[in-house]
């Protein structure tokens, strides 16, 4: 059979075929998509001679619906699957926290920048690589007493930093006779 004679066949096969596609995709929208797909691939590739046009056609539409039927479900299984990965809202900061977080990093740098070279070193050795103060003492050829004491002056330092900061930001409270009468002397 022809080209022409596939489409014919088609058009005179349509209903059952939008049937069939309703049936298996559940969906009569779904249907006349594929159903057009069908028609596509008609129209663009043209056909192969066929001895049993109809066969032909309501095979492609039940091998349509199941390639569809497959894709729907791995689509559905993905976006299930990035759904439960995403974080909840909650789980998200706000907005407030995190200008907060990133005013306390700048000041947790500046404190670190202003630090003697030795000091910040020490400090970043300790708290970021986890090195045990026997290894830093090692690294900068000190005592392990030394490194102790430049550990404790880093924190005063880094403390010393964070109330000036607070101070300024007004997240302190205030040591006055007013505020002493709230807290039930």
Excluded: C
Aim: net charge neutral.
């Amino acid at each position: 059979m022809t080209e022409a004679g596939l489409k014919a066949v088609f058009l005179a096969e349509r209903p059952m075929l939008l049937r069939l596609l309703a049936a298996r995709l559940g969906n009569p929208a779904d249907a006349e998509d594929a159903l057009q797909d069908i028609w596509l691939k008609l129209d663009q590739h043209g056909a192969p001679p066929v001895a049993q046009p109809a066969a032909y056609l309501y095979r492609m539409a039940t091998n349509l619906a199941a390639d569809r039927r497959i894709a729907s479900a791995r689509a559905g299984a993905r976006d299930t699957a990035w759904l439960e990965v995403q974080p909840a809202a909650e789980e998200h900061p706000s907005i407030e926290h995190t200008l907060l977080a990133r005013e306390r990093l700048a000041r947790l740098e500046a404190a670190l920048a202003a630090m003697p070279e030795r000091m910040s070193q020490a400090l970043r050795l300790y708290r970021v690589e986890n090195l045990p103060q026997k290894q830093i003492a090692e690294r900068l050829g000190m005592t392990v007493s030394g490194v102790e004491k430049l550990l404790r002056r880093a924190v005063k330092e880094i403390h010393a930093y964070k109330l000036a900061g607070e101070a300024e930001s007004g997240d302190v409270y205030r040591l006055s006779d007013e505020g002493d009468s709230h807290r039930g002397r």
